[in-house]
């Protein structure tokens, strides 16, 4: 199987910069998703494809993704912000997540 | 508006059986292969199962493998969980979950159910 190894939790300050990562082997030769998701609420897409945004995702949220690391960049974070992220690989025909990371806005 | 609906869920004794339903609506139902994915409290999300449009091929995660059944009906316009053997830490809210068509690359869940709870405690 293919493992996503994500850090459990990330803090930052309102208006500073986070940056969520994502590893695997060779994590820079697959297409990486990221989803919030908050309490109570669906998961929700915002970075597909490593870099692309779907429609109402603000462009402060970004991702990258090369060698064996995904990352996962919130720039002038805000309190809507503070959610769960996880990012997720398709691999032999089923979908794979990352543990999560608990993001937390301070 | 792409809609997915789960029902279903509730509470059931351990070894217990439960079916969960997922309503679909807004899109070709047919045309798109669909998942089961869950979140047990204070874990995060895995997914469970996979099913092809036309029911021809499904996989399953190792954790629900030979007690967990994937199925649709593309006549309704619905997809299914039954769900038997049922432990303790089987409890979770319960989504159904899209997958983007086949010529996506890298593809990903794009939309998901609202989530169906079920809890299995004696």
């Known amino acids: 199987s293919y493992d996503l190894t994500q850090p459990p939790s990330v803090s930052v300050s309102p208006g500073q910069t986070a940056n969520i990562t994502c590893s695997a082997d060779?994590?820079?030769?697959?297409?990486v998703c990221w989803y919030q998701h908050k309490p109570g609420q669906s998961p929700v897409v915002v970075i597909y494809?490593?870099?692309k945004r779907p429609p109402g995702i603000p462009a402060r949220i970004s991702g990258s993704n090369s060698g064996n690391t995904a990352t996962l960049t919130i720039s002038g974070t805000q309190a809507l912000d503070e959610a769960d992220y996880y990012c997720?690989?398709?691999?032999?025909?089923?979908?794979?997540f990352g543990g999560g990371t608990k993001l937390t806005v301070l | 508006e792409v809609l997915l609906v789960e029902s279903g869920g509730g509470s059931v004794q351990p070894g217990g059986s439960l079916r969960l339903s997922c309503a679909a609506s807004?899109?070709?139902?047919?045309?798109?292969?669909m998942n089961w994915v869950r979140q047990a409290p204070g874990k995060g999300l895995e997914w469970l199962a996979y099913?092809?449009?036309?029911?021809?091929?499904?996989y399953y995660a190792d954790s629900v493998k030979g007690r967990f059944t994937i199925s649709r009906d593309n006549a309704n316009n619905s997809l299914y969980l039954q769900m038997k053997s049922l432990r303790a830490e089987d409890t979770a809210v319960y989504y159904c979950a899209r997958l983007t068509p086949k010529v996506t690359i890298g593809r990903y869940i794009d939309y998901w159910g609202q989530g169906t709870p079920v809890t299995v405690s004696s």
């Open positions: 494809q490593d870099t």
């Open positions: 997720q690989v398709w691999d032999s025909s089923t979908v794979v």
């Open positions: 060779k994590l820079g030769e697959r297409y």
């Open positions: 807004g899109f070709s139902f047919s045309s798109f292969n």
């Open positions: 099913i092809s449009s036309t029911s021809t091929t499904v």
